[in-house]
């Protein structure tokens, strides 16, 4: 399971590292339109029953993220006023608000029907997808790439942290695994990496940060994204525990479903996007 597990991240590094240095924005594009449509595939095989409705969801998904791809290279203004102005926000809330009673209950509010939480995870993984893009097109890939890390940087020094240190239970009937300590280191590993390369990565996107909101700020910005990323992991838990599986999918051999890796960035992009929005 380990070298496999190994493998396949080697595999997914090689694939980042060539969208990155292609000469054309395209294959980062194309990567994250298929990270997206997979994830939605995922998203609905936990919440919808019947294989037609998670093969036509994600067959819809693909089309429109091509054109919307268009839309958003060529630069168009009414693109970024429906994202930013309503799609962003929304899925900010939700991240701010629903998921986080919904993880402190332990359960989906009983009003979610399957519908509705296939229509909340195509909204919620539209705002993912376009904030990585908007923050690729516009920013580049540091800023991209450095907030990804940010996100890793979170999770292994929760998981590391938890091991070592942990001892109180963080939300035992949603993941038993997690603690208060993994939690605080993840935290901590998260805003450490965002002021650092604020000092030492220009194009970064603590950097871009610091010229937007200063020192003060981007210290905050690093609590709160880590905090989410945490929130976006727990309520995937969450989804799986009330479909009864382990994986949101096989589709990344050693490491479960693509969902399964993207959790934290659900919660963290829009909001990253929308501080950019805003601050520059």
Known sequence: ML??????????????VAAVMAPTPWPMLALLGLMTVCALWEWLRLVMDGAA??????????????????WLVD???????VFGSILLPLALLFWLAVAPLAVAHARVPDACRPALLAATGGLLLAATW?????????????????????????????????????????????????????????????????????????GSFGALLVMGIGWVGVLGVGVALA?????????ES???????????????PGHGGVYDRIDAVLPVAPAAALLLLTSL
Not at 75 to 81: I, K, S, V, W, Y
Not at 238 to 252: E, H, N, T, Y
């Open 3 to 16: 070298r496999q597990r190994i493998l396949t991240a080697i595999v997914l590094l090689l694939i980042v």
């Open 53 to 70: 409705v998670r093969w036509g969801g994600a067959l819809l998904a693909a089309l429109a993220l091509a054109l919307l791809s268009r």
């Open 75 to 81: 630069g168009r203004p009414a693109l970024e006023t």
């Open 130 to 202: 376009y904030a990585l893009a908007w923050i690729f097109l516009r920013h580049g890939a540091a800023a991209l790439i450095s907030l990804w890390a940010l996100i890793w940087a979170a999770d292994i020094a929760a998981y590391f942290t938890g091991r070592a240190l942990g001892r109180h239970k963080l939300a035992p009937r949603v993941s038993p695994g997690k603690t208060l300590e993994g939690a605080a280191g993840g935290i901590l590993a998260a805003t450490v990496w965002l002021l650092a390369t604020a000092l030492w990565w220009p």
């Open 227 to 235: 905090a989410w990323s945490i929130v976006g992991d727990l309520f």
């Open 238 to 252: 969450l989804l799986k525990r009330r479909a009864g599986v382990k994986d949101s999918s096989q589709l990344l």
